[in-house]
Nanobody, 114 residues
Framework: VQLQASGGGSVQAGDSLRLSCVAS????????TGWFRQAPGKEREMVAA????????WYTDSVKGRFTASRDNAKNTAYLQMNDLKAEDTAIYYC????????WGQGTQVTVSS
């Protein structure tokens, strides 16, 4: 199974982006999915997560109220809607399973200019 994030880009502060995470294989709906990011010189951190059925979500404090995680298990896809982006959101964003992580994909770059 592989998960690949996409949808990043270069935006201005206050703009929005919607990231997608597409999973290959048939196990997507078996696991919670997390969204992670790694900024230059910093460790990778989890910023959001969504349960297998999409009912429960979690957000790190810095993105609460701005980011929304969702998923469509029929499409093997998770989404991260990011609103009111800030310069400190600049990072490479990744997705992975929570309970059984797989090899990290390439991620997608998000650059926010202030």
């Amino acid at each position: 199974v592989q998960l690949q994030a996409s949808g990043g880009g270069s935006v201005q502060a206050g703009d929005s982006l919607r990231l997608s995470c597409v999973a290959s294989g048939r196990t997507f709906s078996d696991f919670s999915t997390g969204w992670f990011r790694q900024a230059p010189g910093k460790e990778r951190e989890m910023v959001a997560a969504i349960s297998r059925n999409g009912v429960t979500t979690w957000y790190t404090d810095s993105v609460k109220g701005r980011f929304t995680a969702s998923r469509d298990n029929a499409k093997n896809t998770a989404y991260l809607q990011m609103n009111d982006l800030k310069a400190e959101d600049t990072a490479i964003y990744y997705c992975n399973f929570i309970e059984r992580p797989v090899a990290w994909g390439q991620g997608t770059q998000v650059t926010v200019s202030s």
